[in-house]
């Protein structure tokens, strides 16, 4: 799933395929937090060690936590936008119905 996707769906089926999609990279980006956080204390723990390379550790550790952030407002406008077609797409189709 692409986040900068502009694909929202056309109809009720396809907004709630991407909807899933979604919610699958919410649960994958969430386990990557999990490992993330993991390796930011051993990284923590490395450094305070006084590691022969700490900088570089603490460097890298810090370009991989702002990447990781970089994805947060993506994730969460592509949600919030897949939410409102959601609700147009239902509207549609009860419209439908009702006809």
Same mark, same amino acid.
Do not use: W
């Given at each position: %799933?692409?986040?900068s /996707?502009?694909?929202?769906?056309?109809?009720?089926a396809t907004?709630?395929?991407?909807?899933?999609?979604?919610? %699958?990279?919410? /649960? %994958?980006?969430?386990?990557?937090?999990?490992?993330? /956080?993991?390796?930011?204390?051993?990284?923590?723990?490395?450094?305070?060690?006084?590691h *022969?390379?700490?900088?570089?550790?603490?460097?890298?550790?810090t370009?991989?936590?702002?990447?990781?952030?970089?994805?947060?407002?993506?994730m969460?406008?592509?949600?919030?936008?897949?939410?409102?077609?959601?609700?147009?797409?239902?509207? *549609?189709?009860?419209?439908?119905?009702?006809?």
């Amino acid at each position: %799933v692409r986040l900068s /996707n502009e694909d929202y769906g056309t109809d009720l089926a396809t907004v709630k395929s991407l909807s899933k999609s979604h919610s %699958v990279l919410e /649960n %994958v980006m969430a386990t990557q937090r999990s490992k993330l /956080n993991a390796l930011g204390q051993q990284a923590a723990s490395y450094i305070e060690e006084c590691h *022969f390379d700490a900088d570089k550790i603490k460097e890298r550790q810090t370009l991989l936590e702002e990447k990781f952030l970089a994805l947060e407002e993506p994730m969460r406008l592509r949600k919030e936008k897949l939410s409102d077609a959601l609700l147009l797409q239902q509207f *549609f189709r009860d419209i439908e119905d009702e006809v």
